[in-house]
């Protein structure tokens, strides 16, 4: 399954309790449709991601980037510390394509220089520039 969406925030390193790391972000998914009434509705869902290839993801998963990501989706419910019974969807993303540079900061500077280096792990080649289109 193949998902486009921005990260919601910069992607986070954490570790299982046998000590394996994995890198879990959330992505913002945008759709919209035509309503009976012809009027055109617009809605967001936010994605709970997790990427267990490599760590060094998380140098280029910053907030605001677009990202194609393919991978399967896996339920979970778990009880919340009250006892209530929770459930939630978690993409298990195997890989990680950016599509753009990452939307500009509020005090107009782009997250890119946080980034650091692509990770060639992922599907972008070393030495591509996004900012050369093919069309």
Same mark, same amino acid.
């Given at each position: 399954?193949?998902?486009i !969406? #921005?990260?919601?925030?910069? /992607?986070e390193? $954490?570790?299982?309790?046998?000590? %394996?790391?994995?890198? *879990? &972000?959330?992505?913002?998914?945008?759709?919209?449709y035509?309503?009976?009434?012809?009027?055109?509705?617009?809605?967001?869902?936010?994605?709970d991601?997790?990427y267990?290839?490599?760590?060094?993801?998380?140098t280029f998963?910053?907030?605001?980037?677009?990202?194609?990501?393919? !991978? #399967?989706?896996?339920?979970? /419910?778990?009880? $919340?510390?009250?006892?209530?019974? %929770?459930?939630?969807? *978690? &993409?298990h993303?195997?890989?990680?394509?950016?599509?753009?540079?990452?939307?500009?900061?509020?005090?107009?500077?782009?997250?890119e220089?946080?980034?650091?280096?692509?990770?060639?792990?992922?599907?972008?080649?070393?030495?591509?520039d996004?900012?050369?289109?093919?069309?």
């Open positions: 399954m193949n998902i !969406g #921005r990260l919601t925030k910069n /992607a390193v $954490s570790k299982t309790p046998n000590g %394996k790391e994995v890198v *879990n &972000f959330s992505i913002a998914v945008n759709d919209s035509k309503n009976k009434a012809g009027q055109r509705i617009e809605q967001t869902e936010f994605v991601c997790s267990w290839l490599t760590p060094k993801a998380v998963l910053v907030k605001g980037l677009l990202v194609e990501l393919s !991978g #399967r989706i896996s339920a979970r /419910a778990w009880l $919340s510390s009250d006892g209530t019974a %929770k459930a939630g969807l *978690n &993409f993303t195997s890989a990680i394509k950016p599509l753009g540079k990452p939307a500009k900061q509020e005090n107009g500077q782009s997250t220089a946080s980034a650091g280096k692509q990770n060639a792990n992922t599907t972008v080649q070393e030495g591509s996004d900012d050369d289109l093919p069309f």
